[in-house]
């Protein structure tokens, strides 16, 4: 392990770094790791301290839906007792810290940007709650998880229903008594819902398009199968519409002790009730979409699709897996459903278990398409010197991720290299500091 580096907080007021990197959470560190590794005089900063997202925007209960063996940060592999399981949210924690620790990063925390923008000289020049400072070049690492996004339907809801977001909750017994609906089917969605059934709550779920996959099939984690057919690493280059990929919500699966899957018709044959997608709110009357059995049918058919792969891949590798057989619906939903009345139904509280949005208003710079998506090529941008990090699907399935956000960090910290080499090669043929600009196309 590397030991820590002599570290003091960073000047920020009045200082110039040749690079910044906004956002100190695994992203943010690990391209300090690769910078520092080439020698690049850099700040990290970090509006909070290390760890916070996992730290506070995490349920009690929460852990990791890829195994521990996939936590490789640049020079910190996971080296704990237990590969095969999932850190819950404590460890996921420490694990960030103990990363920071391990190489010492020029870390400024509880110091917010608050605006970045371009300068006619070609310096960046960022506000910052500490001061302004500048820079040559700029990393945002603050990932695409900024505000949550609820839907105006919440605004309609009785004043008396408790409403939180998925970030904001923690706990069963946090919630007031009664009956709680959950919006919602991605991950989060899906392991509140079961986090609830489980301390003994009656749970109602609406359910969205999300899909699903089996933690394990054949003798094995299906995340180990996709990492050894090469799923992770396959590049949203490959795909013929890649903002359709970006958009893709995550299959829905659990770590919870030990890993299992979550199976929605299991919940509802155990007496949580599904509905389809939320549609309307009249007074206490809720108005739900027919397609929960779609819903469930096109999940299933996900899961099943994995298998599929899976199969053919130990087939034509010949490789021992054990058979197994496949997945058998446990329960099948009669007629839908379309209207719930919160106070008949005892309804006292909804998660809205529906996503985020991403909140780049600080960004003074042209760098955004129509729907304000970054617009860059492995988190190289068009603007000369501004680079991405952290993004999902930056340039792989496993981008964004413990897994894969370390080798998009060691791709950035090179290119950000290479043009710091081609400005001093041009600084001295002219005499004159030259531009940074791309080495590398912009898609």
């Given at each position: 392990?590397e030991?820590?580096a002599?570290?003091?907080t ?7 770094y ?7 959470g695994?992203?943010?560190?690990s ?5 520092g590794?080439r ?5 990290v ?6 760890g ?14 890829t195994p ?12 704990g007792?237990?590969?095969?399981g999932f850190?819950?949210r404590?460890?996921i924690?420490r694990?960030l810290?103990d990363?920071?620790a ?5 870390l400024?925390e509880?110091v917010?940007?608050?605006?970045l ?13 500490a001061?302004?400072l ?9 990932g695409p998880?900024?505000?949550?996004a609820v839907p105006?339907l ?12 998925s970030?904001?909750?923690r ?12 919006i919602?089917?991605?991950q ?8 609830l059934?489980?301390a003994?709550r009656?749970v ?11 933690r394990?099939?054949?003798g094995r984690?299906c995340?180990?199968?996709?990492h ?13 519409d890649a903002?359709a ?9 659990t770590g919870r002790d030990?890993?299992?899957?979550i ?10 009730r ?5 549609t309307?709110?009249?007074?206490t ?8 059995k779609d ?12 298998k ?5 891949y130990i087939a034509?590798r ?7 057989p496949r997945?058998v619906p446990?329960?099948e939903?009669g007629e ?12 006292t509280?909804?998660?809205?278990a529906t996503?985020?949005?991403?909140d ?9 398409d ?20 952290g993004?999902?699907w930056q340039?792989t399935?496993g981008?964004?991720?413990f897994?894969?956000?370390?080798r998009?960090a060691?791709?950035?910290a090179?290119?950000?290299e290479?043009?710091?080499?081609l400005?001093?090669v041009?600084?001295a ?11 590398l196309p912009?898609?």
């Open positions: 392990m030991t820590a002599e570290t003091s960073p000047r920020i007021a009045g200082a110039h040749p690079v910044a990197v906004v956002g100190g695994q992203a943010g560190l391209v300090s790791h690769c910078l590794r020698g690049i005089e850099h700040v900063i970090e509006a909070r301290r290390v916070h997202e996992w730290r506070e925007r995490r349920w009690d209960s929460f852990c990791l839906v521990n063996w996939q936590c490789d940060l640049p020079g910190f592999p996971y080296r007792p237990d590969p095969d850190m819950v404590e460890e924690v694990y810290e990363y920071a391990s190489f010492g990063p020029p400024a509880g917010r940007v608050t605006r923008r371009r300068a006619p000289s070609g310096t960046f020049e960022l506000a910052t709650t001061g302004d500048t820079a040559d070049q700029v990393v945002v690492a603050t998880y900024h505000a949550a105006r919440a605004e309609r809801l009785p004043a008396g229903i408790t409403q939180i977001h970030s904001r909750y706990r069963p017994a946090r919630l007031p008594e009664g009956e709680v609906l959950v919602g089917t991605g989060s969605g899906c392991q509140i819902a079961e986090d059934h489980l003994g009656r109602h779920l609406a359910v969205g398009s999300a899909p699903r996959v089996a394990f099939y054949r984690d995340v180990a199968w996709l050894d057919m090469g799923h992770y690493a396959r590049s949203i280059d490959e795909f013929g903002d990929v970006r958009l893709r919500a995550n299959h829905y699966v030990g890993g299992r899957d199976d929605l018709r299991a919940f509802a044959r155990d007496g949580m599904l509905y389809g997608r939320l309307g709110v009249t007074g009357a809720l108005e739900f979409a027919a397609d929960l819903n469930l049918d096109r999940a299933d058919a996900v899961a099943e699709g994995i599929d792969a899976i199969d053919a034509a010949g490789v021992g897996a054990p058979a197994e997945y446990v329960w939903p839908p459903v379309r209207a719930l009345d919160l106070a008949a139904a005892g309804i509280s909804v998660v809205w996503g985020f949005t991403r780049h208003r600080w960004i003074e710079i042209p760098a955004f129509g729907r304000g998506y970054p617009m860059h090529w492995r988190g190289v941008t068009n603007c000369p010197g501004l680079y991405f990090l993004l999902p340039h399935w981008s964004g991720r897994e894969a956000v370390g998009d060691e791709f950035l090179g290119h950000i290479a043009s710091r080499r400005a001093d041009c600084g043929l002219t005499g004159a500091p030259a531009e940074l600009s791309p080495a912009v898609g």
